[in-house]
């Protein structure tokens, strides 16, 4: 039996040489080692990967509805058809929304929301269009692997057919949300009615055999244990060896205001700064890690740039899941403010877009150039 101490030095010593940590060894990380011990193998992959480059990307969240036929526990977005508080956007309004980000040179729209019982399939598709029709320069990102398997239960078709209709309208690639945590014995608890995990990693494949890259993420900090986060990496690490079709993993701080597990604290910094690390260390196929900094706060979004993150996520405006959860952050960011947070952290800002191609840009008119390569 190795002590702790020799465990961590074999442990670096294959990180330091390029070798995939097993998950044993990615358990022993998760539940022993000290978060700086972690930050510095992270950051040696993350230098590895992506040298001293800190990415950005000029975007806008669309959500357009609250109202959700689910009830998942760590929600505080989500509302009931007829509470006071449920909303659900005309194409006027997105047409609008949309037309700022344009206007103020978005190169993205994210669109993730409730899964509006009363709507058919249709109206998840008209969204893209209309968006698509209105500005075919923006790249749309939308709908998460839950959207696309409630959108299979709608309209009985296999999830192929259902991607294949939104690539047609205008989809560009797929978010990384609804995975939660995967395995059964947490997913069962916070979001029981949801695609469960294979359900989700499969719709993932599928997207990536039709062409589409996507993002992953976890939901942490809630009732998991570490060894959960560890398997949940694992599967992720799995599929990506498979397809190559996941571009950003991105580790999601549980905010519990207005929750259903609004007893339970959420993760300290110190928390969010050895996830991220984590992450960096097992994922070793997957190029970019983000620190989405409207929930982490731009100050530990800053710190997870030497412990693993390369990416800051962007200048998101009118986000409204975390906001709902509680989150203190700003709405947006500008672009001087993020340059100065990655410089000051002593990497270099580039502006990216969701393809990682670098963006060349004059005020709010750009276009997409080379691919990334540090
Ligand atoms: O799936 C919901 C999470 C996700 C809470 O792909 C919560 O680039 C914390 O996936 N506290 C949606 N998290 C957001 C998402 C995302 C965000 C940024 C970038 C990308 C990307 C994807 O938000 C949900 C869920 O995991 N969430 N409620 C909460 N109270
Ligand atoms: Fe609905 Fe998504 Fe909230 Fe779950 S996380 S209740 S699916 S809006």
Not at 143 to 159: H, Q, R
Request: aromatic share 8%.
């Amino acid at each position: 039996m190795l002590s702790t101490q020799s465990r961590l030095a074999d442990i670096s010593a294959q990180v330091e040489a390029g070798q995939r940590v097993s998950y044993d060894d990615g358990v022993f990380l998760a539940e022993q080692a000290d978060p700086l011990v972690l930050g510095r193998l992270a950051n040696i992959v993350r230098e590895r990967k992506n040298g001293n480059l800190a990415f950005y990307n000029t975007n806008i969240h669309l959500n357009p509805t609250n109202v959700c036929v689910y009830r998942c526990v760590f929600c505080a977005f989500r509302s009931d058809l007829k509470a006071e508080r449920g909303y659900t956007f005309t194409d006027d309004q997105i047409r609008a929304r949309v037309g700022e980000a344009k206007a103020a040179g978005a190169t993205e729209i994210h669109v993730v929301g409730g899964l509006h019982h009363q709507k058919p399939f249709d109206w998840y598709v008209n969204i893209v269009r209309v968006i698509h029709e209105a500005y075919p320069e923006l790249h749309i990102k939308a709908w998460t692997a839950v959207e696309i398997n409630w959108f299979s239960y709608l309209t009985k078709k296999p999830t192929k057919w259902v991607l294949e209709q939104l690539i047609e309208a205008g989809l560009g690639s797929m978010p990384g949300g609804g995975a939660e945590i995967f395995h059964p014995d947490i997913r069962d608890k916070i979001c029981e009615h949801k695609a469960d995990g294979t359900g989700w990693l499969d719709i993932h494949r599928e997207a990536h055999k039709l062409g589409l890259r996507t993002n992953a993420t976890m939901l942490y900090g809630h009732i998991e244990e570490p060894w959960h986060r560890v398997d949940h990496l694992c599967r992720l690490r799995e599929l990506q060896d498979e397809t190559h079709g996941f571009q950003t993993f991105i580790p999601l701080a549980f905010h519990p205001e207005n929750t259903g597990l609004d007893h339970i604290q959420k993760p300290s910094g110190l928390t969010d700064l050895s996830v991220i690390a984590l992450s960096r260390i097992m994922l070793d196929n997957f190029d970019h890690i983000k620190a989405y900094w409207i929930m982490l706060g731009e100050k530990t979004a800053q710190v997870a740039l030497g412990f693993g993150a390369d990416d800051l996520d962007g200048t998101v405006i009118h986000e409204l899941i975390y906001h709902d959860a509680g989150a203190k952050t700003p709405e947006g960011m500008t672009v001087p403010q993020l340059h100065h947070l990655i410089t000051e952290a002593g990497r270099v800002p580039v502006e990216r877009d969701t393809l990682y191609r670098r963006v060349h840009r004059e005020g709010a008119t750009w276009r997409s150039g080379e691919p990334i390569r540090a």
